[in-house]
């Protein structure tokens, strides 16, 4: 099994900046994993937001958050984190990470899941 384990969510105000954080733990965690973040409004659709490979670092990311939000890993903690700058209130959710055996933009594509970490962010 895998353990996600996020933290970092709260309240901003728009324009403001958070960083969230997922570690990574388990008997079955391999570095060939793919680590993402997906992000879920009230009654909304769950969406693929970033993810990134753990070996080589390639970074993927959906188009309404890009030069916004960065995606990064670090290897040695076996953590990924989401930098979150220039926040709007459409950006207000619960932030899910996941990790699969490959690239993927849809949840179904993800095996573990985190709790996930609520955003909220205020105009």
């Known amino acids: 099994q895998v353990q996600l384990v996020e933290s970092g969510g709260g309240l901003a105000q728009a324009g403001g900046s958070l960083r969230l954080s997922c570690a990574a733990s388990g008997r079955t965690w391999r570095s060939s994993y793919v680590m993402a973040w997906f992000r879920q409004a009230p009654e909304k659709e769950r969406e693929f937001v970033a993810a990134?490979?753990?070996?080589?670092?390639?970074?993927y990311s959906a188009d309404s958050i890009k030069g916004r939000f960065t995606i990064s890993r670090d290897t040695a903690k076996n953590t990924v984190y989401l930098q979150m700058n220039s926040l709007k209130p459409e950006d207000t959710a619960v932030y899910y990470c996941a990790a699969s055996s490959r690239v993927g933009v849809t949840s179904r594509e993800y095996n573990y899941w985190g709790q996930g970490t609520q955003v909220t962010v205020s105009s």
């Open positions: 990134v490979t753990w070996s080589g670092g390639s970074r």
